[in-house]
C-alpha cells in the first residue's frame, strides 16, 4: 500500500461542511456515469430500488430513496415519460398506486448494476481493503441516525 498523508479538512474540519463537500464531488462524478444512460441519480436510485422490490407503493419507494413522498412524484413522472416505469392501481387498495419497471427499465438492469459497480470499484481503489470496509461501516451507521 502507498502511504498517504491525510489531506486537512476545510472549514476547522466541520464533519458536516466536509461529508457535503465530498458527496457533492461523488455526485458530479456519479451524473458524469448516468448521463449516457439518461438518467438522473435520484432516477437511478429509483430504479435500483425497484430492482430489488418492484410494485412499491410511491411512498415505500419515496422512503427507500430517501425522499420526501410530498415532493416525489415529479420524479416518478419523469421516469414514467422516459418509459422505465408505469403506475398501476393497488388490487388491495383503491386510493393507492404501485410503481412497477417496464421491459425497457428490466432491459436495462444490467447497465444500472453495471454503473453501481464502477462506482463502488472507483472508490475501493483509493483505500486499503480495511479502510473501505471501515468507510462502509461508518456509512451504514449514520443511515440508522434519526432526527429527533
Known sequence: MVERTTPSLRFNGSVWCNMDIALRNLDQYFR???????????????????????GQHAS?????VG?????????????????????????GDR????????DIAKDKKQEVLQSAEDVD???????SQVEYDTFLNIIATMQTIVPE
Open 32 to 54: 458524469r456515469l448516468l448521463r449516457p444512460h439518461g438518467l438522473t441519480v435520484i432516477e437511478w436510485y429509483i430504479l435500483r430500488a425497484l430492482y430489488d422490490q418492484d
Open 60 to 64: 415505500e419507494l419515496a422512503r427507500a
Open 67 to 91: 425522499r420526501a413522498a410530498t415532493s416525489f412524484t415529479p420524479n416518478l413522472d419523469k421516469l414514467a415519460e422516459k418509459g422505465f416505469i408505469e403506475r398501476r392501481a393497488d388490487p
Open 95 to 102: 386510493r393507492a398506486v404501485r410503481i412497477y419497471l417496464t
Open 121 to 127: 470499484a472507483q472508490l475501493a481503489r483509493v483505500f
